[in-house]
């Protein structure tokens, strides 16, 4: 346990011995309450990120500056993090079809050669190499209606 998070300590400490007094019969309710807990605490913490790196990203438009590259959700590549999380989620929801085939025709390597792709073509994404699916993010939008 974290000792920056003296809180979340006291309630371990509370369930450990809520759960030596109660015995084995409770162990589960009580673990999973502090779980409970637990993710509440990730889920306000992740909150408090998000919202300050969207203040920060307003901040920059009204200022009229781009952030600096690693700053924010947008990189130098200009791909923000809802764009990277949507093509690695597609490409893993369809690495399971493409797996399964390959498998069915060449077992391991068919398998290996299914993977060696979908790491390729995320690897690609990552790096900004798809820059022509892209749109030119600087155009108005009266020129893309």
Partial sequence: MDARDPELKKE???????CKELGSEYESELVDS???????????????HVRRQ???????A???????????A?????????????????????????SA???ANE??????????GIFGV???HALGGFGFLRRDRSKSKSEWD
């Fill in 12 to 18: 371990l400490d509370a369930t450990l011995q809520t």
């Fill in 34 to 48: 502090f779980m409970e807990k637990v993710e509440q605490r990730f889920n306000d913490t992740a909150d408090r």
């Fill in 74 to 98: 947008a990189d130098a590549t200009g791909i923000g993090l809802g764009e990277r999380f949507g093509f690695v989620a597609v490409s893993l929801v369809l690495a399971i079809p493409l």
């Fill in 107 to 116: 077992g391991l390597a068919g398998l290996l050669v299914a993977w060696g």
């Fill in 62 to 72: 009204a200022r009229g500056v781009r952030p600096p590259a690693g700053s924010s």
């Fill in 101 to 103: 085939i390959g498998v």
């Fill in 122 to 124: 995320n690897a690609v």
């Fill in 54 to 60: 969207l203040a920060e990203q307003q901040m920059s």
